[in-house]
């Protein structure tokens, strides 16, 4: 009885973790599935401590301690640019962890003890340490640290092939022998894999760094089954295995989206064969015939376009990820959408640096998720799209990769951009992608460049936009709709001129982490002789204090936080009120209109002042879903876009004022 309720609890938490896992499905369910996932692997490791004596707890207390603060430091730091490096890290730790275990397993007096514990004991610890040693090089590479290219060297394959031979003949003889005999066969093809794992790893570059990362998945995972085998515990076969099998899937998945042969990968080839286009031979490249164009600028011929385009299609790339331009992307989605036009999101499945990247970025900046759509549905579409806009791709739509054979990425489907009536590059130059390869999409007649930080170019051409709507508008829309350029003039201004200054931070300036930006700009300031301070909000941000705690981060005086019953008769005397992030808490619409989500919610009377300026991320409602009437306001000046890059402008504005 006692076995089967063991077994009935195990199988309970192994379905509870299935369960997060579904959830992964979408970017909605997502977050619900990870706490699921975190509950799941929570209980498994307690009902292992549960069932198992500690023989040094004291130890075992310090690890996790030492473990969870780790791991919570790195997890609050890293940015989204850092998320592939930091997931092919991930792996590494798994891998090592089940390459510790097998190790202990092995060498420990009158363990395993069966013939399939000691397979899977040195399974375990063979593939833990070449995943280990193989995601620290992918790592390395994904984070800048190493050359991305594939490294090639003098008989690679030869070498690869020794290592396995090596480890496999290590692996019999400590099978057999024991004592000092055993320890050093372990030992030698324990080093043997980890050399396996590095020299897989640098044959591997470009393109198929996401099929690495996803075959590393697979890889630590079957190494914790294997350890789990040996261990003899079902929650850890059955969690390894679940990972080594969502690895495998999500490998074959990217190897079918590239037109790889997975052995290929493996072997460090090059692409497959070219598809013959229709009406096109091997290697040739159609240009069109040159539109007539007025004699403008290409950023300005570049709104010309958007503004006239009925259908947009956007390609988001690591480029995106880098500039950390997806928000301003987003706001440009937006204002197209508003102006009539239909926009969509081409989402490839090897853009950026990790399978899904450009979902997970696109979430973090509220897209529909309705709006991405994958190469399959949306290649079809391209041919009748006036215009496609690149935010920082390249290699997903090089069209190199169907006309030139013998390249790194001679084969691989792309997003066919170049089918569009125009093209607008946003790319930070004209440099190959990761593969290397030369682009021909900007030889095009069809093409615009926009080279440069994509930000900065995604915000003028949002702000090129800000003038345009399509139903008529009113005097107070006219002044909401001022473009970014006229109203950060405008701003500067105000805050040179002001002598009394109001900061109200909310959670937009957490997600921006604009915090420490606004510190400075608050100092800079304070140097020029004006009285600043910060009112607190008492439900700002997603948790009581979370405003005074990131202010603290950035060493803002903890005098200078007033509360709002402190400071909310002030403003009506304030010269000019600076909004980062926040909605809700300065939203007159809690004190005007009845029977909203906030009415009577006492809210920061920044309508009062004189002036107001709001660096928020767009436009939309806050938290409530409750339009703030405070943006129509003609004392109001609206900064929109990325917290932290406007509040940097205004910032460096103040102080080469005060330097002259």
Known sequence: MGNWTTILVDLSIIVLLVIGISMFRTPRGARRGNATAATALLLAIALVLYRNAVLEPAILVVALLIGGVVGTIVAMRV????????????????????????????????????????????????????????????????????KGTPTVLRGHGVILLVLLTAIAGLSVFGATAGGLALSAGLVGALVAAILLGLLFSIRIGGADMPVLISFLNATAGLAAAFCGVIIQNRLLIACGATVAASGSILTAVMCKAMNRSFFKVLAGGK????????????????????????????????????????????????????????????????????????????????????????????????????????????????????????????????????????????GMPILNAHEAKHVLVCNLDERPGYSGVPNPLYEESTTLLLFGDANATVTELLGGLSGETAPATTPAQTRAEKTLAESMVEAKKVLRDAKTIIIIPGYGMALARAQFQVASLAKRLEQMGKSVDFAIHPVAGRMPGHMNVL??????????????????????????????????????????????????????????????????????????????????????????????????????SVQSKAAA
């Not at 215009?387 to 739509?397: I, Q, S």
């Not at 000019?576 to 009415?599: F, M």
């Open 271 to 410: 692409m497959g064969g070219v598809p013959k286009a229709k009406g096109t031979s091997l290697g040739q490249v159609q240009h069109r015939e040159q539109p007539a164009r007025d004699k403008l600028s290409p950023i300005e011929e570049a709104k010309k376009v958007l503004r006239d385009a009925k259908t947009v299609i956007i390609i988001p790339g690591y480029g995106m990820a880098l500039a950390r331009a997806q928000f301003q992307v987003a706001s440009l989605a937006k204002r197209l959408e508003q102006m009539g036009k239909s926009v969509d999101f081409a989402i490839h499945p090897v853009a950026g640096r990790m399978p899904g990247h450009m979902n997970v970025l696109l979430a973090e900046a509220d897209v529909d998720y309705d709006k991405l759509k994958e190469m399959d549905d949306v290649n079809g579409s391209f041919s009748t799209t006036d215009a496609v806009l690149v935010v920082g791709a390249c290699d997903v739509v090089n069209p190199a990769a169907i006309r030139i054979a013998d390249t790194p990425i001679s």
């Open 551 to 652: 202010l603290a981060e950035a060493d803002v005086d903890y005098d200078k936080l007033k509360e709002m019953d402190d400071v909310n008769g002030s403003f009506s005397t304030t010269d000019a009120v600076l909004v980062v992030g926040a909605c809700d808490v300065v939203n007159p619409a809690a004190i005007r209109i009845a029977d909203t989500p906030i009415s009577g919610m006492p809210i920061l009377n920044a309508h009062e002042a004189k002036h107001v300026l709001v660096c928020n991320l767009d436009e939309r409602p806050g938290y409530s879903g409750v339009p703030n009437p405070l943006y129509d306001e003609s004392t109001t000046l609206l900064l929109f876009g990325d917290a932290n890059a406007t509040v940097t402008e205004l910032l460096e």
């Open 79 to 146: 940015t989204m640019i850092q998320i592939p490096a930091m997931v092919a890290f991930q792996h590494g730790a798994g891998g090592v962890a089940a390459c510790a275990i097998a190790f202990v397993e092995l060498t420990r007096g009158g363990a395993p003890s069966s013939v399939v514990g000691e397979v899977s004991g040195f399974l375990g610890l063979i593939i833990g340490a070449a995943t280990f040693s193989g995601s620290m090089v992918a790592s390395g590479k994904l984070s800048g640290k190493l």
